[in-house]
């Protein structure tokens, strides 16, 4: 059974940096993507980084240059450094994985994701 566990986050003052981690099991393939979402109070769910099923890397133009998204050769973890941290970047954050497809432009719904962490709060006091 496919499931998906994040850990690293916490509060940070804003400048500040964070690394997430989302720890993969039970995938059946390595033929799947990954990405984080995050969600902010009243707001709905934004992709923030993605990798796709063949390596190709998607990044939320608010966070280009201060985020990076990784993942382990073996795909059994996946991470996102974020550094030159933001108060809108606070929110919950979420690993999301899916099987196969052709995503591009996407990546970023919330709706191709049959796979979901349970979140993990990640708040930056200004």
């Known amino acids: 059974q496919e499931q998906l566990v994040e850990s690293g986050g916490g509060s940070v003052e804003a400048g500040g940096s964070l690394r997430l981690s989302c720890a993969a099991s039970g995938f059946t393939s390595s033929s799947y993507s990954v990405a984080w979402f995050r969600q902010a109070p009243g707001k709905g769910r934004e992709g923030v980084a993605a990798?796709?099923?063949?390596?190709?890397?998607n990044y939320r133009d608010s966070v280009k240059g201060r985020f990076t998204i990784s993942q382990d050769k073996d795909k059994s973890n996946l991470y996102l450094q974020m550094n030159s941290l933001k108060a809108e970047d606070a929110g919950m954050y979420y690993c999301?994985?899916?099987?196969?497809?052709?995503?591009?432009?996407?990546?970023?719904?919330?709706?191709?994701?049959?796979?979901w962490g349970q979140g993990i709060q990640v708040s930056v006091s200004s």
């Open positions: 990798i796709d099923r063949v390596g190709t890397l």
């Open positions: 999301a994985a899916t099987y196969g497809g052709k995503w591009g432009s996407r990546i970023f719904f919330t709706s191709i994701y049959k796979y």
